[in-house]
């Protein structure tokens, strides 16, 4: 896979900061757990880690976060299931776009928004990998990505604009970009989201919003990287 051999290069301090992240948070995966897999090259090194300890006899099951997210588990040998199997996960692992001191997140930046938070939103614990540069004092640095139906979508953009958000919807190969779930992706651009559960539940109650990235009160603890450093953030 192309993508797989770009993040084998480890090029970058943050590239190495996420494959030492990525691999940290496998010691946090105990025999016989059920697992949210998140999506994302951070998530990439956790899968390849975990399949190693799959490999030595270590008994899990994991429910993928996107079908990238997928394929790569069922070419790693990680044993996968579904949601008719089970109800609550364990554990999840997930990458974030951005991260502030709440654990508040950003996500989406790969288009996975949707499926990642119907798997974090079912772990007992959520554990999200990443490299430093994803720690910021306020969300919206980058733009947040809104899971909208293609149908209508330029009304669903203007009332979204309205909120005070630059939209751009994304698009791959000059094309709209689709999601898993079939949809389009708006990326929308805010001066700084200081309020993030106040903007999500805005963004919720709009007609054509399916998801937004924004990610509250989901995560237990994050695990950062830089170069072979770790640091580490709790709830608050
Ligand atoms: O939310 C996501 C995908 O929808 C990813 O977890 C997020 O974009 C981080 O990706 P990476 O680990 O490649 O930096």
Redesign the pocket.
């Known amino acids: 896979m192309s993508e797989q051999n770009d993040y084998e290069q480890l090029t970058t301090a943050s590239d190495r900061g ?1 494959k030492a992240a990525g691999e940290k948070v496998v010691e946090y995966i105990e025999d016989g757990m059920t697992l949210g897999l ?6 990439y090194w956790a899968l390849k880690k975990l399949s190693e300890k799959v490999n030595q006899g270590l008994n899990i099951r994991g429910i993928p976060s ?1 079908k990238r997210t997928e394929r790569w588990a069922e070419e790693l040998g990680i044993p996968l299931t579904h949601y008719h199997d089970v109800q609550e996960l364990d554990l999840a692992i ?4 951005e991260i502030d001191a709440n654990l508040h997140l950003i ?7 949707v499926r ?1 938070k119907i798997v974090n939103a079912s772990a007992r614990q959520v554990i999200i990998i ?2 430093t540069t ?1 720690r910021v004092t306020q969300l919206g640095k980058t733009p947040l ?1 809104i899971e909208v139906l293609p149908f209508g979508w330029e009304v669903t953009a203007k009332r979204i604009s309205n909120l005070g958000g630059k939209i751009q919807l994304r698009k791959k190969n000059s094309q709209p970009f689709i999601s898993d779930n079939g949809n389009y992706i708006l990326d929308c651009q805010f001066e700084g989201i200081p309020e993030p559960a106040v903007l999500h539940k805005q963004l919720i109650q709009l007609v054509g919003v399916v998801e937004t ?1 924004l990610f509250i009160d989901l995560t237990d603890r994050v695990i950062l990287g830089m170069d072979n450093q770790i640091q580490y953030l709790e709830k608050p």
Request: charge should be negative.
């Open positions: 996420k998140g999506s994302g090259s951070t998530v996107s997930d990458g974030a776009d996500k989406g930046g790969g288009g996975s928004l990642e990443a490299d994803k990505p990235g």
